[in-house]
């Protein structure tokens, strides 16, 4: 690594780093796949493009893309689980590719869809196991489990086995399990999905308080907007592999219409279409119905709605996030035209 790089100021920096997976390729049929054991064809899939990043201590910076757009990739280079195929990276001045313990000692990754803790232990027995992997001072670490346990409301789970729990209380045992060493650098990729709105509340609330006080920098990645808007100071847009957006998130929302998803369903099909308001119709035939409004729109439409005669179910909802991004790149791709007919 180079001089200034060991020099940077930056808890977290990367000059061009990309990852590269190469796949084997099989067409259908036995005869192919016997072949495939003397000439095998290969593709290679990029996952990160060459990207360059700075981000300061304390930091926190929400990391946005559709399914399969590089964000978790992105993580698992900057915590070292995956090395880059090109290019160079710094956390804390470490090379995450080195996984130098001092290093391990003072980030934390938590994958939402994949637990760090054991399966058929209690969260007691593993926070055990992890304070002695860290080689923490034992009274401390079971003071930080209880005080963590504490504020997450989930003290009487912890003498539960984690594959009895409920989701949401397993992602609460993982929060601390990944806190429990205080990490300064947090990756924290998905920690609310497939919650229900109680839990994602909860979660949400708990790291909003956390890292106000104890001031990590953290990557944070989400398909709820609630989570990047309450948390995230900084925004990073991610689109096949590339960052397509840097900038706060009061900018992005800006470009991008805010919108809420309106569900319902009805006692009876509709006899007939009936006209909402502006480009809004619901169907002939149909008893089950969303509709995707405006804030503007929602108070009125919801207003008209609750008039018909047995509707019932009534839920509101964030739009998908991947709904926004495409949304987002839909009209950034449009202005590139007439951008660039304005360059000299």
Known sequence: MSSTFSQSPWAIETREVSR???????????ANSLKGFWKRQHKDKIALQATTLQI?????????????????????????????????????????AERDSRFLRQISILLGQKNQLWWDLTPHDSYALLAEIYDLDKTAAKKRVHDLAEILNCTHVLETQLRRLSLGERMKMEIIGALLHEPEVLYLDEPTIGLDIVAQSSIRKFLEEYVALKKPTVILTSHYMDDIAKLA???????????????????????TESKKLLRF????PL???????????????EQNLSLQVTNEELAPVLSKITS?????????????????????????????PSRGAHQP
Do not use: W
């Open 56 to 96: 300061p201590k304390g930091q926190i910076v929400g990391l946005v893309g559709a399914n399969g757009a590089g964000k978790t990739t992105l993580l698992k280079v900057l915590s070292g689980l995956v090395r880059p195929s090109s290019g160079e990276a710094r956390v804390l001045g470490f090379n995450p």
């Open 233 to 255: 100071d900084r925004l990073l847009l991610i689109s096949q592999g590339s960052m397509v957006y840097d900038g706060t998130v009061e900018g992005f929302t800006r470009k």
């Open 271 to 285: 006899a007939a279409a009936l006209p909402i308001m502006n480009l809004h119709t619901l169907p002939a035939g």
């Open 265 to 268: 369903s009805l006692a009876e």
């Open 20 to 30: 590269v997976y190469q796949t084997y390729v099989k067409p259908e049929g036995l």
């Open 308 to 336: 018909l005669s047995g509707v019932k179910d009534i839920t509101i909802d964030e739009r998908d996030f991947e709904d926004v991004i495409r949304e987002f790149l839909e009209k950034e791709s449009r202005l590139l």
